[in-house]
């Protein structure tokens, strides 16, 4: 049972274009997202995070939306340049102890950012 | 900001060997760090949750036997694969969070990832 879900495998963008990526949760006892960006041979790096009790955080050209009535987030990344081509993972987190301190990651979107 | 280095980058054994990954948080201390698994255009698999000074706690369906876990000191988590095999070719990430045990709501910091081929 995937728990996050991340719909669009792939996702291609003019540069200078608005990127959107969405995700979508089933637990609702989650309560901390966050967004990671990875290259190819690289790790996950953080990109941007948003808790429950907000429903936008802004950081420059990324954004994160987040609609806890749907159980959606997305990420906004504006304008879109052919550096930020890479997969974007979505992960959520609750501080119920189940979790632990651990992430679950959704499948990934691969963006590609074209000149 | 807080760094993982994760070594090494990427490993090449026979089928049969043993291989270690290591992975260390430079500038903070992690008393749990995460060990994943990521297949070609998938995400990351949750193999372990690695605890200092005590025993890895393993997902289901990983073999404890297989992917010996040591995390000895507050900066160091080992990942040993014991007697490789090509099925076992993955690349291996770890993560480790600043900000002690109870901070689940700030970020995991990834290593760079080990691409081991099994030949």
């Known amino acids: 049972d995937q728990q996050v879900k991340q719909n669009s495998p792939s996702l291609s963008v003019q540069e200078g274009r608005i990127s959107i990526l969405n995700c979508d949760y089933t637990n609702s006892m989650f309560d901390y997202f966050l967004w990671y960006k990875k290259y190819p041979a690289e790790g996950p790096t953080f990109l941007i995070s948003?808790?429950?009790?907000?429903d936008k955080n802004e950081d420059g050209r990324f954004t994160v939306f987040l609609n806890k009535s749907a159980k959606h987030l997305s990420l906004h990344i504006v304008p879109s340049q052919p550096g930020d081509s890479a997969v974007y993972f979505c992960a959520a987190t609750s501080k119920l102890r189940n979790y632990g301190q651990n992430f679950v990651f959704g499948p990934g979107t691969r963006l590609s950012v074209l000149p | 900001g807080a760094v993982v280095s994760q070594h090494p980058s990427w490993v090449i054994c026979k089928s049969g060997t043993s291989v270690k990954i290591e992975c260390r948080s430079l500038d903070f201390q992690a008393t749990t760090m995460f060990w994943y698994r990521q297949f070609p255009k998938q995400s990351l698999m949750l193999m372990a949750t690695?605890?200092?000074?005590?025993?890895?706690?393993?997902e289901q369906g990983v073999e404890k036997d297989k992917f010996l876990i040591n995390h000895a000191s507050l900066t160091l988590s080992t990942l040993t694969v014991t007697s490789a095999h090509p099925e076992d070719s993955s690349f291996y990430i770890c993560?480790?969070?600043?900000?002690?045990?109870?901070?689940?709501?700030?970020?995991?910091?990834f290593g760079n990832g080990t691409r081991l081929t099994v030949t």
């Open positions: 993560s480790a969070r600043a900000g002690g045990s109870s901070s689940y709501n700030s970020p995991l910091h």
């Open positions: 690695s605890n200092e000074g005590s025993k890895a706690t393993y």
């Open positions: 948003i808790s429950s009790i907000k």
